[in-house]
């Protein structure tokens, strides 16, 4: 025996919308959870990333006299919801790095900090400094009332190909000293980003 169209439709009804509320839930909780790992507070919530939080807390990137402030994912999170999941799922590795202690004392930070930091220049080298113009914009700066040098330099930037990186190396964590022998792994992902960098300039 057969069953009736209407409970054959009705049935079809009712799991397409539980389907649809399910997919409304689990998109609430997949921005929840992106929005809650994008926080200050969960980034510096690993014991490794004391240091380098410290050292933010030191610049007008943390605190300035406008209120304006950048935490952790304003520099390293694009906004872009593709290259987001990728940095995303690259970050992955800092988690590893947490649990094996690769930089859990001060001593191990220091040495790591040359590769850390190149990686990151290397990065916004080849996305143009991506994270640094989502506030800062070359068409919005008041030129004239910069000194001589930076309004010089940013006058013109856009001409000669340089991005925000170019210069401002150390702007939110401490400027690394740059070791007499770089490994082969750094030195190689600083010349693909490079590589790439150039390409989209060209």
Known sequence: MTKPEGASRTKIV??????FVAGIV??????????????TEFCTSCHTMKIPLGELQQTPHWQSASGVHAGCADCHVPEPFFPKMV??????????????????????Y????WNMASRVWAKMEATDSRECRSCHDYAHMALD???R??????????????????????VAHELPEE??????????????MAADAQA???
């Not at 220091?110 to 900090?113: F, G, H, L």
């Open 200 to 202: 989209k300039k060209e």
């Open 26 to 39: 689990f998109a609430g909780l997949f921005n929840l959870g992106l929005a809650y790992t994008n926080t």
């Open 14 to 19: 009712i799991v397409s919308a539980l389907i």
């Open 110 to 113: 220091e040495a790591y900090r």
């Open 87 to 108: 940095a995303k799922v690259i970050a992955a590795k800092d988690v590893y790095h947490e649990i094996i202690g690769t930089i859990d004392t001060p001593e191990k």
């Open 149 to 170: 040098s930076a309004r010089a330099r940013h006058s013109n930037a856009p001409d000669r190909g340089d991005t925000c990186i170019d210069c401002h190396k150390g």
């Open 145 to 147: 009332e910069q000194d």
């Open 179 to 192: 070791p007499e022998v770089i490994d082969e792994g750094t030195a190689q992902t600083q010349a693909d």
